[in-house]
């Protein structure tokens, strides 16, 4: 069976637990260490079920992150159809990236995300936030070899 028939359950359950972690309370010293979540999962999904998830799906999973999280309506949209617009354009290249490199790759898309976040919020009105922020995509570079090793390994297990 190919990867891209992996069964549909688990791409929403693994959005719906990132969704989870993304509420999850932390401390205040903390918090600014908490990774985009749903970015991750839906980069892992987009550069293994492409048919499945693409620009449309990156938009709606957006539009109910803003539900969730209570942010401002579009806002993670937009940013989800922009790193699902990142990696769709450089998938070929992007999947035979050692883990290392790829997790590289996710630096610099969560970084991207943090200067559109910054930009959107600007236009909005919002002073410039703390620097701290830009810890979380550090915190998700450095997960990311674990949560793709994760989600290959239980999409694997799912097939057989």
């Known amino acids: 069976m190919s990867r891209s028939r992996a069964r549909p359950g688990l791409f929403f359950v693994s959005l719906l637990i990132a969704l989870l972690l993304g509420l999850l309370p932390l401390p205040a010293g903390l918090a600014v260490f908490k990774p985009y979540w749903v970015a991750l999962v839906l980069i892992y999904w987009l550069l293994e079920a492409p048919d499945r998830v693409g620009l449309g799906m990156a938009f709606v999973i957006g539009l109910v992150a803003d539900l969730v999280y209570g942010t401002l309506f579009g806002e993670q949209a937009m940013r989800l159809i922009i790193i699902a617009f990142l990696v769709l354009r450089f998938r070929a290249r992007l999947r035979f990236f ?56 239980v999409s694997t297990g799912l097939r057989k």
């Open 98 to 153: 050692p883990l290392s490199q790829q997790a590289l790759a996710v630096l610099g898309l969560l970084l991207n995300d943090r200067v559109v976040s910054i930009g959107i919020r600007a236009f909005g009105g919002e002073g410039l936030p703390p620097a701290s922020i830009w810890l979380a995509p550090l915190v998700g570079m450095l997960l990311w070899p674990w949560l793709f090793l994760l989600l290959d390994r």
